[in-house]
């Protein structure tokens, strides 16, 4: 599928170009300084429109409705003359409810997208967040984390005051879906991302300061409650680790392996997705430590001394606990459940090739 994104290099189009292109889409970027010569050969090109492009942080009420309203007109426009089948993902924000000139150009677009009699799908994303927000700009969750990971001040005007969140990954997942034909949206009406998260400022701040401390504690993995703390703790890891880390993601047909931080002196943190059925390991380390936690999942953990073959078997449900992998000791890791299982991996060593400590071997001695 050929896929143009508008914003492409904002927050939420930088996350939705690697998404598709991880999902094998051919992708044409478009951003505020690209020409519209482009555009239009986008335009005439593509299966698929995912309009992003906006302005929220101008510095005149006037471009609101230059970034916002106009902005989408003209591509309403050139569409019509150049493409009038190619569909439309287009977002708006739960602001285009309020009665400020953010959300008053938001309403436009989407009364200019209604109208168009084009294939448009609109979304109202609520508060965005996730890995590589902008602090300091219009997000408070990027600020909070941030100052927290930086330790700067946080202020708290109103710590009761509750936000309704969307996650960067749910969203893109959901556009994704839409483009795949994997789900049945309707066209003109305005849509939402689920899940939707509520949390108060002050609960947030209360969660990074908690994270901050466990992952340089020798706990080094928090106690994680549902799917928000988890997402927010992937995010505030981006902030956390060391400057100019760079982090790696794997997929296969076992499921997927995310790098989320990496400290030199406090070690590294990933996230390993299993489908059910599938067993992940069977190698050990001389002298790297770790820590698994099965945060959402049933999963089994093995241990095998390879020196004497003695075994050491878990099997963790969901958040029960944290288990301690043993250098020289061969391990595996085995979603059991009926879902996909996710597990926090901490090692107390940024991977690197040359000094990687990672053998293979079975845990089961008849392999």
């Known amino acids: 599928m050929k896929v143009l994104v508008t914003g492409s290099k904002g927050f939420i189009g930088k996350h939705m170009v690697e998404r598709l292109k991880r999902a094998h889409h051919e992708v044409f970027e478009f951003d505020i300084n690209d020409s519209e010569t482009s555009l239009i050969e986008f335009i005439q090109e593509a299966d698929w429109i995912i309009h992003l492009a906006g302005v929220n942080r101008p510095l005149t009420v006037e471009e609101f409705y230059d970034g916002n309203t106009n902005f989408t007109k003209k591509l309403i426009d050139l569409v019509k003359r150049f493409n009038p089948s190619v569909k439309i993902i287009a977002n708006s924000s739960t602001q285009a409810a309020l009665d400020n000139d953010y959300g008053r150009s938001k309403k436009m677009a989407e009364d200019a997208l209604i109208s168009s009699e084009l294939s448009v799908y609109i979304y109202r994303f609520c508060n965005v967040f996730g890995r590589g927000c902008r602090p300091n700009y219009n997000s408070a969750t990027a600020t909070f984390c941030y100052n927290i990971a930086h330790d700067l001040d946080v202020y708290v005007r109103d710590p009761e005051y509750v936000v309704n969140y969307n996650y960067v990954d749910d969203i893109c997942e959901e556009l994704l879906n839409v483009v795949e034909n994997k789900v049945n949206r309707k066209l003109l009406v ?9 949390c108060s400022l002050g609960k947030q701040v209360e969660l990074l300061k908690y994270f901050k401390k466990c992952v340089q504690s020798d706990e080094h993995l928090p106690t994680i409650h549902d799917e928000f703390e988890l997402k927010l703790f992937k995010t505030f890891l981006w902030y956390l680790s060391d400057e100019g880390s760079s982090f790696n993601y794997a997929e296969d047909e076992r499921g997927s392996f995310e790098e989320l931080y990496k400290s030199k002196e406090h070690g590294q943190i990933s996230l390993n ?43 963790v449900k969901d958040n029960e606990s944290k288990i301690d992998i043993i250098p020289e000791y061969t391990h595996e890791i085995t979603n059991v459940g009926k879902e996909n299982s996710y597990t926090l991996m901490w090692i107390s060593e940024v991977y690197d090739p040359k000094t990687h400590d990672t053998y293979r071997a079975p845990v089961d001695l008849k392999e």
């Open 273 to 315: 997705m299993a489908y059910p059925g599938i067993t992940k390991g069977a190698h050990y380390h001389t002298y790297k430590k770790e820590i698994f936690y099965p945060v959402i999942g049933h999963c089994v953990i093995r241990q095998r001394n390879i020196h004497n073959n003695d075994m050491i078997e878990n099997d």
């Open 190 to 198: 305005i849509l939402s991302v689920k899940p939707q998260y509520s």
